[in-house]
């Protein structure tokens, strides 16, 4: 067996947090994800938004996950010699003269304290070209978007060179603590402690099955870009429009809580979602668009808790098992801070933050 720190399994944006946080800490590592193409981060759009929902409130904790979000990911970028990261302010078109009220009020006179502090400026409407926004817009900052593709899979090559990595499907009912390692004998590792990042998949085996995650799908599509829209920025309307590097648009994002799988088929519940979020997309614009050719229909379940928190921390009765989950919509702008804050509990033993651990009690929502 080979004998190192850390175990890690699913390498998303929890596993790959955790992977890059511990190697910075100079651990021995084993990852083991299945590599799937359509996993939650490979489809996810990177999205990482200071302001968010219909009460313009600031996204939860903004200042310490984005913090530490703003110096990870361009950190990795700088030892992989990638890009992946672009930082730059993200569009807001309000969708009600409320909204627009409601902004003016809690963000136009707001003064930025530091770089990390969210504000929200109004636009002209003339610098919008062609978008529909009868009651105007803003520009918010610090805002930001990961290519998750790229990230994770220059994240899963590096530790592959550094026989870090292994593809493969893990039983994690096979994972064994003896009480003083852990151990998961297909792939021939023993380790110090296993962390769980599995996403959703978490609830299919004995350890955190309890996990009180409450997942939604979400769809996304890519669009051949039509010849008179210009879109440079994130674009947060009926539905958020985002200008790929190679000169795409992706648009979504649907939320349901009762489909829960990733499959995109013919069922009339999956046409339905895509044809929504393309009526979704014409309303951006100010009269009728070339229609839209749609490249890629895309779907995953995001791993979402009740309270919309992330779920970390250790196992009932196992003190070498842990998991990070939980990161519902966020997972780009939480999972940098979220990982550090969970290995200081499995190297120092550190207290959890009651918000974030799993086992807080949570008012759960009953199934509809
Ligand atoms: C349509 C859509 C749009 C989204 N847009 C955004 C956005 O703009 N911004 C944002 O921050 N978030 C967004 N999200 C949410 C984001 O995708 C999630 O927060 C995040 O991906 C969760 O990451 P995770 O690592 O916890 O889970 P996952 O991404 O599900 O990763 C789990 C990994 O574990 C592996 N795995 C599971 N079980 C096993 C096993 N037994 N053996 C081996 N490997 C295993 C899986 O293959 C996978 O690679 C979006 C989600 C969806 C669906």
Same mark, same amino acid.
């Given at each position: 067996?080979?004998?190192?720190?850390?175990?890690i399994?699913?390498c998303g944006l929890?596993g790959s947090a955790i992977a890059w946080q511990a190697h910075r800490?100079g651990m021995s590592i084993a990852i083991?994800d299945?590599n799937?193409?359509?996993?939650?981060?490979?489809?996810?759009?990177?999205?990482?938004?200071?302001?968010?929902?219909?009460?313009?409130?600031?996204?939860?904790?903004?200042?310490?996950?984005?913090?530490?979000?703003?110096?990870f990911y361009?950190w990795i970028e700088e030892k992989l010699h990638g890009r992946f990261?672009?930082?730059?302010?993200?569009?807001?078109?309000?969708?009600?003269?409320?909204?627009?009220?409601?902004?003016?009020?809690?963000?136009?006179?707001?003064?930025?304290?530091?770089?990390?502090?969210?504000?929200?400026?109004?636009?002209?409407?003339?610098?919008?070209?062609?978008?529909?926004?009868?009651?105007?817009?803003?520009?918010?900052?610090?805002?930001?978007?990961?290519?998750t593709h790229a990230y994770l899979s220059k994240t899963r090559e590096f530790f592959k060179n550094r026989t870090e990595y292994h593809e493969?499907?893990?039983?994690?009912?096979?994972?064994?603590?003896?009480?003083?390692?852990?151990?998961?004998?297909?792939?021939?590792?023993?380790?110090?402690?296993?962390?769980?990042?599995?996403?959703?998949?978490?609830?299919?085996?004995?350890?955190?099955?309890?996990?009180?995650?409450?997942?939604?799908?979400?769809?996304?599509?890519?669009?051949?870009?039509?010849?008179?829209?210009?879109?440079?920025?994130?674009?947060?309307?009926?539905?958020?429009? %985002?200008?790929?590097?190679?000169?795409?648009?992706?648009?979504? =994002?649907? &939320?349901? +809580? *009762?489909? $829960?799988? /990733?499959?995109?088929?013919?069922?009339?519940?999956?046409?339905?979602?895509?044809?929504?979020?393309?009526?979704?997309?014409?309303?951006?614009?100010?009269?009728?668009?070339?229609?839209? %050719?749609?490249?890629?229909?895309?779907?995953?379940?995001?791993? =979402?808790? &009740?309270? +919309? *928190?992330? $779920?970390? /921390?250790?196992?009932?009765?196992?003190?070498?098992?842990?998991?990070?989950?939980?990161?519902?919509?966020?997972?780009?702008?939480?999972?940098?801070?979220?990982?550090?804050?969970?290995?200081?509990?499995?190297?120092?033993?550190?207290?959890?933050?009651?918000?974030?651990?799993?086992?807080?009690? $949570?008012?759960?929502?009953?199934?509809?």
């Amino acid at each position: 067996m080979k004998s190192v720190d850390l175990l890690i399994v699913g390498c998303g944006l929890a596993g790959s947090a955790i992977a890059w946080q511990a190697h910075r800490r100079g651990m021995s590592i084993a990852i083991a994800d299945r590599n799937e193409l359509q996993s939650c981060s490979m489809v996810a759009a990177g999205l990482v938004t200071p302001i968010t929902g219909s009460r313009a409130a600031a996204s939860w904790e903004w200042h310490l996950f984005f913090s530490e979000a703003s110096h990870f990911y361009p950190w990795i970028e700088e030892k992989l010699h990638g890009r992946f990261w672009y930082s730059e302010p993200a569009i807001r078109i309000f969708l009600s003269e409320m909204e627009r009220i409601q902004f003016e009020q809690k963000w136009f006179s707001k003064t930025s304290l530091s770089p990390t502090t969210p504000t929200a400026a109004p636009i002209e409407t003339t610098s919008l070209s062609g978008i529909h926004a009868p009651w105007g817009g803003c520009s918010m900052s610090p805002a930001a978007r990961l290519d998750t593709h790229a990230y994770l899979s220059k994240t899963r090559e590096f530790f592959k060179n550094r026989t870090e990595y292994h593809e493969c499907d893990v039983d994690c009912d096979s994972i064994v603590d003896n009480g003083s390692r852990v151990q998961l004998s297909s792939i021939g590792i023993s380790a110090d402690a296993v962390i769980l990042c599995q996403g959703v998949e978490s609830r299919k085996n004995q350890w955190f099955a309890e996990l009180p995650l409450h997942p939604a799908r979400g769809d996304i599509l890519t669009l051949e870009k039509p010849r008179q829209v210009e879109v440079e920025r994130v674009v947060h309307h009926n539905v958020w429009v %985002v200008p790929t590097i190679d000169g795409k648009l992706k648009i979504g =994002a649907t &939320y349901n +809580r *009762h489909t $829960l799988d /990733g499959i995109v088929d013919n069922r009339p519940e999956v046409l339905s979602w895509k044809s929504e979020l393309i009526r979704r997309w014409e309303g951006v614009f100010e009269g009728n668009i070339q229609s839209s %050719v749609v490249l890629d229909h895309q779907a995953a379940v995001r791993p =979402a808790s &009740y309270d +919309r *928190h992330p $779920l970390i /921390g250790r196992h009932i009765a196992s003190s070498r098992v842990f998991c990070l989950n939980g990161l519902g919509s966020k997972g780009t702008l939480m999972a940098p801070a979220l990982a550090r804050i969970v290995l200081s509990t499995i190297l120092n033993g550190d207290a959890l933050p009651p918000q974030l651990d799993w086992q807080r009690p $949570l008012r759960r929502i009953k199934k509809t």
